[in-house]
């Protein structure tokens, strides 16, 4: 039986000796104000491991010395190392329940500003769309690198005789020339490239087309948005 429980105690000690590379890399991890439990919890590993080594000298040597008073001090120390992780995993789980709450305040919030931000640029979108709208003259709105339409206002709309499904995403010349070729000189020069360049109005009249084929005489002017 002692030599039984001596190989069970030794086994314990080699646990708890393996156990000291993890908790001292852990050391750097651990937050200033749990440092001094995570310390108390490394001296008892050591004290346990002190304990159990005593206790197979007293095993398995002529030592006299009380096995009770081995075996009540690792008791004791069992039962305060239990209390300390306890306490460290109440003090875990609390600061594990705030970044939660944090968290979860900072999503509501950041939803909340998404969605004012959302509601900012609808009424934006909107008040531009009136304004377009409101003018007499015939808008477009184009991309200078791809020269595909983004936007056009009702005019344009009603004078093409189009809907803005037909002109969104074509290029100019498609929706107004009924072409795949773009403007060039010298019967259309394209005041669009010249704004590009010089960065300022530009324009040429223009010979375009409605969506019944009718030609339209439009003077194009050009502007850097």
Known sequence: IEVVSSVLVMIGAAFIFASFLPARAAWKKVPEELRKRWFAIVC????????????????????????ELVTGGVFLGGAIFVFIIIILARNTITRMNEARDQLRSLNESLEQRVTERTKDLE???????????????????????????????????????????????????????????????PHDICPLLDSVEKGRHASAEHVHFDAAGEKIYEEVLTSPI
């Open 44 to 67: 008892l590993m050591g004290f346990f491991f002190v304990g159990y080594i005593f206790f197979d000298a007293v095993l398995l040597s002529d030592l006299t010395f009380p096995v």
């Open 123 to 185: 009424r934006s979108s909107q008040f531009t769309k009136t304004v377009l709208d409101s003018m007499r003259d015939p808008i477009s709105i184009i991309d200078v690198d791809s020269r595909r339409i983004v936007g056009v206002n009702s005019t344009f709309l009603n004078e093409y005789g189009l809907r803005a499904e037909d002109v969104i995403g074509k290029t100019c010349h498609e929706a107004t020339h009924h072409r795949a070729e773009p403007c060039e000189p």
